[in-house]
């Protein structure tokens, strides 16, 4: 994974250069939207099948890839996507994803919450759940809410390199882990 993020960092911080040099937060947002829509399309098994394959010429893949994306496509973001084809770096695009919304989410001051909770959430707990860890964590959060019932109860909260676990699965294991010792 770490040849992954160093080669697609490159590509992450130039694009979100061309977003920044675009215009304010509207701009980034868009750019963020559209890269994660590029993604997207590059991750479908078909588009990678047909990247990886060595029979196909790289127009065909860049004039798929141009076509499978929804969103209207500027002249850089064409560009962007022809230079992958050309570099054989479309397998990258997840990454360079991941990349660009950190780097967008550092300009904000904001980090990606990763919630994981036992049961359903509903709109207002998810919120006031993010105020409460807003204030923890010191930053603006923007968070993704999976469940998992294995949790049995609580939630835990991945910010960054940072996690937040309160689920009755990690407390049992904490007194299990206590008792044998």
Do not use: C
């Not at 399309?41 to 994306?69: E, F």
Request: aromatic letters at 4%; charged letters at 20%.
């Amino acid at each position: 994974m770490a040849e992954l993020a160093t080669v697609a960092r490159p590509y992450a911080e130039a694009l979100f250069r061309v977003a920044k040099e675009g215009g304010g937060q509207a701009s980034l947002n868009a750019w963020s939207e559209l890269v994660s829509e590029m993604a997207q399309v590059a991750a479908n098994p078909d588009m990678k099948a047909l990247s990886h394959n060595p029979n196909v010429a790289r127009k065909v893949i860049a004039d798929a890839l141009l076509a499978a994306v929804k969103s209207p496509l500027n002249k850089e973001a064409n560009n962007f996507i022809q230079m992958l084809v050309e570099n054989g770096r479309v397998s990258l695009m997840g990454e360079i994803d991941t990349q660009f919304q950190a780097l967008k989410n550092a300009q904000e001051g904001a980090a990606d919450a990763a919630i994981t909770s036992a049961f359903a959430m509903s709109g207002q707990q998810v919120e006031a759940l993010v105020a409460t860890l807003e204030k923890r964590f010191g930053r603006k959060l923007n968070p993704s809410v999976l469940v998992d019932e294995t949790l049995i109860g609580g939630v835990r909260v991945v910010v960054g390199d940072e996690v937040l676990d309160t689920s009755v699965r990690a407390k049992l294991h904490n007194m299990h882990t206590a008792l044998i010792a």
